[in-house]
């Protein structure tokens, strides 16, 4: 009996999700998560500093400052702790310099560390050349700068034209009754917004592209960024407007409830950005663009048959 399109697709989704939890466990998908909320925990506010630096230099006043507190998906009350903890090291370090920046850079490399080794062995890669995690680190880094240019650049531009569609909405009404300028101004106030799912999806898809050793395509990795930045933004909302309500951190933690909160926060982030991962790799694997054995690690590409798509 054949069976029907929708049967087909569905099948080939649970077999997607059941591969995708298959290589989440095989890796420990939960230590990992551990592992990079330990990593993040030391090397967020050297990383963050180091993209100051580097946006004071691109960019007048505070547009680098206003970017990245824009885009970093935490509560306003962890956004305080962090900024109060970068302020600190800007005040202690003084101006910047390129040895200052240097060592920003070699601090910041960590943040990345169990993120590149945990999507690489989702990919079936045990062992990396020593040279190799550094580098892809330190791509990482310069792919942030990249996102920070987009989120800085892109609010800039639609907020301008913004303020000239409204300049000129009379104008426009009057000589050319046929375009809303009400609705156009609508669009460009919601795509300053989605700006932050932008940003998260392309640093997403560089890190899904650049942490494997194996070769990967566009078109098996913009379906799992495209997820992990929609569930970052949704888990932000949640963790700002629900989870306080249901847990009280300052009262079980005191003065640390909000350091707490946020390594909290960065747990459950890096079990996201994990899974998806894992979802890049099960993609891969069932597509026939690799092997990925749970018993034996190794990467090779395997005939179509063997890997029927729906």
Not at 145 to 153: D, E, N, Q, R
Not at 187 to 215: C, E, K, N, Q, W
Not at 243 to 263: D, E, H, Q, R, W
Not at 297 to 308: M, N, R, V, Y
Request: charged share 10%; aromatic share 10%.
């Amino acid at each position: 009996m054949s069976r029907t399109p929708i049967q087909r697709g569905v099948r080939y989704l649970w077999r997607i999700l059941r591969e995708t939890a298959a290589i989440y466990g095989r890796i420990g998908g939960g230590e990992s998560a551990a592992s990079f909320a330990y990593y993040a925990l030391f090397s967020l506010v050297p990383l963050i500093t180091l993209l100051l630096s580097i946006g004071s230099y691109l960019f007048p006043g505070d547009s680098a400052n206003a970017a990245i507190h824009r885009f970093v998906p935490i509560g306003e009350d962890q956004q305080t702790l962090l900024w109060n903890m970068v302020l600190s090291l800007e005040n202690k370090r003084g101006s910047v310099s390129i040895v200052s920046i240097l060592i920003l850079t070699w601090a910041s490399l960590r943040f990345f560390h169990s993120l590149v080794l945990s999507i690489n062995h989702a990919w079936g890669t045990r062992r990396l050349p020593w040279w190799q995690m550094p580098v892809k680190n330190l791509l990482m880094i310069l792919a942030m700068s990249g996102a920070l240019l987009i989120g800085t650049v892109v609010p800039a531009i639609l907020q301008g034209l913004g303020r000239i569609l409204k300049s000129l909405q009379s104008l426009i009404n009057e000589h050319f009754p046929m375009i809303d300028v009400a609705h156009i101004l609508a669009v460009v106030d919601i795509s300053r917004y989605l700006v932050g799912t932008l940003v998260l999806f392309y640093s997403f898809a560089i890190l899904f592209m650049l942490a494997p050793r194996h070769r990967t395509k566009f078109s098996q990795i913009w379906l799992p960024a495209l997820l992990v930045s929609v569930l970052l933004q949704v888990g932000q909302a949640f963790f700002v407007n629900i989870v306080p309500k249901l847990v009280n951190y300052s009262a079980i933690y005191g003065t640390m409830g909000s350091m707490m909160f946020l390594l909290l926060w960065v747990y459950v982030a890096g079990v996201i950005i994990i899974l998806g991962g894992c979802l890049c790799a099960a993609l891969g694997h069932l597509r026939g663009h690799a092997y990925i054995d749970h018993h034996q690690i190794g990467s090779h590409p395997l005939g179509a048959g063997d890997h029927p798509e729906p």
